[in-house]
């Protein structure tokens, strides 16, 4: 802390702060000159954007699409209806039959599935409490733990392990009941080694084989069935309740608990002690322990580990398919707590694609395969003795499906291609909607023989290649507009960037007045941006001098579109709409040529060609003189000359604080002085004033 004027009674601070305002008016300039340097980069960007979104409409423009826009018209709208692409030719097509329309394999199951109609199963309850409802209980139950697991492959290799507790004496109970798909691709498993890569196997211990190693970040997705649950609950406080993670317990399977280091042991639902008393009883549909009495954690213990051991109720079933992607077939497996609604949700979520559905009016329940079509390479037909359709799109399999689900013996319809004649071929296809040489047909009803044909007619769509013209011209001239704009700014030689003392001088609203002329004129005819103007207008109106280019077209004035005759305008274009839509409507070969064709140079380019390659010379001309948002600030030239005023900068304020340190220090010493003078002069005046 300074303290000054005490001997002096100067404001020494004042004088040293005017003094300094001096010294800083360099220091001043060269900070003005880098918010010039910052505004003038940010305006080289922003010209850099708006090049950006040009060059991304001449590149549009460069694509056939553009100009291959195509009209579609169907005389029966109502029966067939069609849309083309880009790379549909000008054409008619004559569809003179459709015999049939391509369907979906269905399944209705043969009848209700409840016993009682008044009492019909509920689909969201468990199946294993909900059997009892059903007219068949052949689900095939069996006691497990059903359990899931992902891994990724860490490394290439062909083994992988589960990670079961084998300390526990957890293992892999049926190896039959287990599905494993790599990436989504099924494998088969088998008991033995592996011989073909399509199949893996699998141990007791859950350590997966695979003949071929596994890709490193592969996902590894495994359902299997243990024969254990092995839960370890740890309680803190006092309790009375264990909810187990599963429910449908099994009671044909063993069920252990220990309690710390209590053994207990169950007899139906009843817990019982060491000592065979009963001390508490088990739920087995919830997967709850309940005891008659409070467990206490033992005195000096903060907490009592309680190990339960069991199995639960499930079953499996598989579902065979014939799909686009050839044969599939799915394995599930449902846990006993698990309801109607979850397995068909299971259902209608694999790969199997197959909709599963419950009514529960009719209590009956329907597979529908989600793609129409044959897949199989039968003919549809039906076999006589069975009145079964011959392609079994979807098999279904013993048990759950056909038994409890009564699939068994439901018939099979649908599953037919749609056959129809096109320009006298008949063919077919799996789907009522399908493309055909860039067209793509909509069967939506059937076609006799004896009616009238249904002609689709495919031509172009001038208003559309119109639409697409208009907009790239519009786009260019907002571009060069902005542009023309930016380096015809009046500059204001007297408005500097404002000091930091200059700013609290002034409202809010004249800084910002005064900033908007300090930022105007910056670029104003800037050589680089006047140059990419020059570029872009020749680009647009110098004729074609290629031979692939119809001379009655190679030039924008020949389709209506032409230059302003205002220069102030920049060389803004205008569009003669009449022209320019008989010109698509005559030769849109020709058109098209004339923005897209391409050569060795640049008079042999198209115009969006030519406009492309010329924009994007300028984009990186822009960028080495002013960067990007992710340039580094050495890369670019007005990013050196702002790092060497920066430097400059630095240096000049380390010798201000000097400056600044030295007038503090001759000021100090004449403060001195003075002060050491009054002392003389007190002293004298007193020496004196004694002698009188």
Known sequence: MRISGLASGMDTDSLVKDLMKAERIPLDKLKQQKQKLEWQRDGYREMN??????????????????YR????????ESKIAATATSSA???????????????????????????????????????????????????????????????????????????????????IGNSSDMVVKVDGKAFKVVATAPTSNDQVQMNTEGTLLF?????????????????????????????KEI?????????????????????????????????????????????????????????????????????????????????????????????????????IGKINNSDAGVTAFYDSFTDKMTLTRKETGNFQGADGTTNSATNDPANHEIKTSTGFLDDVLQFGSAVETGGNNAV???????????????????????????????????????????????????????????????????????????????????REELSDKQQEQWEEKSKSGLLRRDSLLSSTLS???????????????????????????????????????????????????????????????????????????RLYNSIDRSMKKITERAGSSLSSISNFTIGNNLRNIDSQINRFEDRLVRVEDRYWRQFGAMESAISRSNQQSAYLMNAFGSGM
């Open 243 to 343: 909810q187990l993670t599963k429910g449908s317990i099994s009671q044909t399977a063993p069920l252990t608990i220990k309690i710390g280091t209590n053994d207990y042991t169950t007899s139906g639902t009843e817990i019982k002690d060491s000592s065979n008393n009963v001390v508490g009883s088990i739920d087995y549909t919830a997967g709850k322990l309940t005891f008659t009495s409070e467990i206490a954690i033992p005195t000096g213990q903060d907490k009592l580990d309680v190990t339960v051991k069991y199995a639960q109720n499930y079953f499996s079933f598989d579902l065979s398919t014939h799909t686009s992607n050839g044969q599939v077939n799915e394995k599930f497996l449902v846990q006993g707590s698990e309801s109607l609604s979850s397995v």
């Open 69 to 76: 826009v195509r009209t579609v018209s169907s005389s029966a």
């Open 420 to 502: 129809f004649t096109i320009n006298g071929l008949q063919t077919e296809r799996s789907s009522n909607n399908f493309e055909m040489s860039g067209v793509t047909f909509v069967l939506k009803d059937k076609l006799a023989l004896t009616d009238a044909p249904i002609s689709i007619n495919i031509g172009n769509d001038t208003n559309g290649v119109f639409d697409n013209i208009k907009k790239f011209v519009e786009k260019y001239n907002e571009v060069i507009g902005k542009i023309q704009g930016k380096t015809s700014e009046t500059y204001y030689r007297d408005f500097l960037p404002l000091t930091d003392e200059q």
């Open 89 to 171: 030719s000008a054409s008619s097509y004559s569809i003179s039959e459709v015999k049939q329309l391509a369907s979906a394999s269905t399944k209705v199951n043969t009848g209700s599935i409840s016993t009682d109609p008044t009492s019909k199963i509920d689909v969201t309850k468990d199946l294993f409490s909900e059997q009892a409802k059903l007219k068949s209980t052949s689900f095939g139950w069996k006691s497990g733990s059903v359990e899931s697991k992902t891994i990724v492959a860490d490394t290439d290799r062909p083994d992988f392990n589960l990670g079961l507790d084998a300390a526990a004496g957890t293992t």
């Open 535 to 609: 570029k872009l207008r020749s680009d647009f109106y110098s004729p074609l001098s290629n031979t692939s280019v119809d001379s009655k077209y190679n030039q924008l004035t020949s389709i209506g579109i032409t230059t302003s005759p205002n220069y102030l305008e920049g060389g803004k274009l205008y569009i003669d709409e009449a022209k320019l839509k008989k010109a698509i409507e005559e030769s849109p070969d020709s058109i098209e040529k004339l923005f897209t064709s391409t050569g060795l140079t640049d008079s042999e380019n198209g115009i969006a060609q």
């Open 49 to 66: 954007s708006l090049l950006l979104s040009l060059r991304n409409e001449a590149f549009n423009m460069k694509l056939a699409s553009k």
């Open 211 to 239: 003949k071929d190693p596994i890709k490193k970040g592969s996902s590894i997705k495994v359902e299997y069935v243990a024969n254990q649950k092995v839960d370890t609950i740890t309680k803190s406080s006092p309790f």
